[in-house]
């Protein structure tokens, strides 16, 4: 299978009053080519310093990213435009309409004028917001915003898309609706790579799950074969297995 | 990146910013009527006392009167007592032009011309003129010593003042104008910038936006264009509303005001990313906003020249930068000087631009 993404040796350590946090601690692993990636860990386990390292947002301490060939140190300028991602606050303006939004991200990432409105018109009505596009963000609900932020991410077609806490906050019909979008995306080629906290959603959606705890990758393989190798008949079962019962903050 | 998607992309962001301004008319009537209120209230009816405010005497007269008319001055405390109200300077042959050329350079808030027969006159108790040049771009602090003055010849029977207006008719309102424009514009420039950005990471949005191809710098010079259109247009408004509303005079370059504001402007969006950088929240970010620019609404001479107050609040004063912006204000748009005569000012200003800038760049460029 064609690796578009190398993640070695990776190493993330935060200053915070005289005090070193590692955050990521020595982590390496593969993301194929369209496939659907989870990662999945408890609060603390490293999963969101890595998704802000992946998409460039935040530089490594140590060790090295490649997202399709590009170096995510020096070459984020090539990575940005061929990633999409939907980030866990919903980071939509609320006194922007839903159009708006869109328009400004379509633009920001250069995507050609009547493309842009072919494409906005076309995923409005894919995730059923086609009557809301001249309605301020502010004003729609945790699943309208949900599904405009989704679409924020994929107007300029990219070829990977991160994707922080899917379906967090979200009434089932809208978590089907989003994992349906997903299935979409994925099935268009695209690479999806996921954080959750819901087992369900890494059973139902991802082809291989990480498994991080305290900045550690702990497991990484298909959620069946997790299951077989602890025995489990689901993945939270795995997921306590690896990660202990205890509460994180 | 080219420089031309560069400043696409700014200019894609200066639009936003416009549109989500647009959008909050709560907002748009203080930011735009404040200032408005601010200087009509203002405009009328405040007072105040002066101390050790440099006069310059140029006294002609070899006789002993003119001598005791200066002891009376220099020895003036006011009616509260305390400290002496002019600090004296003494020189002689001065022409009228010379005189006014020490007060247009900000060196003495008044200059008395005691005619060489001033003595004599007085003895035969004949009429004499003495000429009062005053600094009336400070309207408070001329017009006590304008008063005193006359209060004293009115004492001395025969002795009448000519006091020319060598700016024109100026009010309290004159004074007030340039320094309130410079006043909104850098509360204006520092809230609106920092707010937004406090408003951007609370919600999410601007990590959004660093997550596209645009670079930071990209989205500071867009949040700057929209902060030097909107403090611009800020300022227009103010001055035609001072203007048609409350009689102000323009006697300077509107192009040396702009150059001003543009400048300042540019400082206060630098003080607002940085204030911004140590805040994740709107609330917070208002709290810091209070601590930082309230001080300099009171202590740098928007409403009463420095010249009144004490030494130690001067002090304070002489290190922020909106003391600068008011007296470059003033200097151009109530005495109608030029460049020159703004220069240190200017170098104060552009310094607190260039410092505050850079801050605030590299502390946005490494916060995320």
Redesign the interface.
Known sequence: METIIEVKDLVKVFHSRGRKITAVNDVSFDVFKGEIFGMIGPNGAGKSTIFSMLTTLIKPTNGSIKVAGFDADKEDDKIRPIIGIVPQKLSLYPDLTARENLELMGKLYSVPKKLMEERIDHYLQLVGLGSHADRFAGGFSGGMKQRLSVICAVLHDPQIIFWDEPSTGLDPQTRQAIWKLARKFNGEGKTLVFTTHYMEEADNLCDRVAVMNLGKMVALDTPENLKERSGSTNLEEVFIHLTGEEVRD | ?DVR?EL??SW?ITV?EF??LS??KALMVPLFLFPIIMIIFFGYGMGGTVKDAPILIVNDDTGTASNSLIQHIGSYTGKYGGEPMFSITYTKDMSQSKAESKIDAGWYKAVLLIPPDYSEKLAKNESVTLILLTDSSDTTTTGIIVNYMKQLFSERGSVSLNVPNIYGDLEYLDFLTPAVIALTIFMGSVATTGSAIAGEKQ???I?????????RRAVILGKTIYQLILQLIRAAILIMAAYFLVGFHMNGSWLLVALVLVIFTLGGVGMGIVMSTRVNDMESFFQLNMLVTLPSMFITGVFFPLSSVPDWMRYIAYLLPLTYANDAMRTIMIKGQGLSAISTDLIILSLFALITFTAGVHLFRRE?
């Open positions: 990146m998607t696409q992309h894609i936003k549109r989500q959008r909050k919600d999410g949005t990590v959004r936006i660093l997550m596209t191809p645009v670079s995320a």
